[in-house]
T-cell receptor, first 116, second 116 residues
Framework: EAGVVQSPRYKIIEKKQPVAFWCNPI?????LYWYRQNLGQGPELLIR????????DSQLPKDRFSAERLKGVDSTLKIQPAELGDSAVYLC??????????????FGPGTRLLVL | AQSVTQPDIHITVSEGASLELRCNYS??????LFWYVQSPGQGLQLLLK??????LVQGIKGFEAEFKRSQSSFNLRKPSVHWSDAAEYFC??????????????FGRGTSLIVHP
């Protein structure tokens, strides 16, 4: 079974440029998560999708971040414009059931973003 | 709001020695508790989780964790460490609330170094 796929793995951009990250969850998983992991810190949830619906997006900086999950499968996270402080690893995870607090989350390898 | 404290940023052990990684949480009620491992350049992998019942939880790779309500702790243990266990370990909590949304909180992580 294929795991969570993320691309690109690495991205270097200049500040004020836009950037997008793509995530393909494990087949059949209804819930998808986007996390940001700053250096030396644990992941911080940005947004959670249950099927196509975005829930738990209170920590998503909506002035510059946007996300979508078309057809309840793949998801894209966008930053426009990027700031120096956005440099981090962006992790995508998925879990099988929607609404399951104790569900096991399966993480992708992440996209490491460096903003210059 | 809930919080998770991992007081040890780094821990160094010799291969074959026992290991204990500490995790304390702050929350009004017993939350769901998780331990994840992250190898360099990889996403997080679930080691074990606790919801209720037996306070000693067995996980993968020979790890176990003990929930102590009186101490608000969920420490991770392994009787004999292997060199391949060198990684970053994260404790996480998810609040137990009926209905609505939830936001998982991760600790800042403990880096395990294994000496041969």
């Amino acid at each position: 079974e294929a795991g969570v796929v993320q691309s690109p793995r690495y991205k270097i951009i200049e500040k004020k440029q836009p950037v997008a990250f793509w995530c393909n969850p494990i087949s059949g998983h209804n819930t998808l998560y986007w996390y940001r992991q700053n250096l030396g810190q644990g992941p911080e949830l940005l947004i959670r999708y249950e099927n196509e619906e975005a829930v738990d997006d209170s920590q998503l900086p909506k002035d510059r971040f946007s996300a979508e999950r078309l057809k309840g499968v793949d998801s894209t996270l966008k930053i426009q414009p990027a700031e120096l402080g956005d440099s981090a690893v962006y992790l995508c995870a998925s879990s099988f059931r929607a609404g399951g607090r104790g569900e096991t989350q399966y993480f992708g390898p992440g996209t490491r973003l460096l903003v210059l | 709001a809930q919080s998770v404290t991992q007081p040890d940023i780094h821990i160094t052990v010799s291969e074959g020695a026992s290991l204990e990684l500490r995790c304390n949480y702050s929350y009004g009620a017993t939350p769901y508790l998780f331990w994840y491992v992250q190898s360099p350049g990889q996403g997080l992998q679930l080691l074990l989780k606790y919801f209720s019942g037996d306070t000693l939880v067995q996980g993968i790779k020979g790890f176990e964790a003990e929930f102590k309500r009186s101490q608000s702790s969920f420490n991770l243990r392994k009787p004999s460490v292997h060199w391949s266990d060198a990684a970053e370990y994260f404790c996480a909590v998810v609040p137990i609330r009926s209905g609505g949304s939830y936001i998982p909180t991760f600790g800042r992580g403990t880096s395990l170094i294994v000496h041969p």
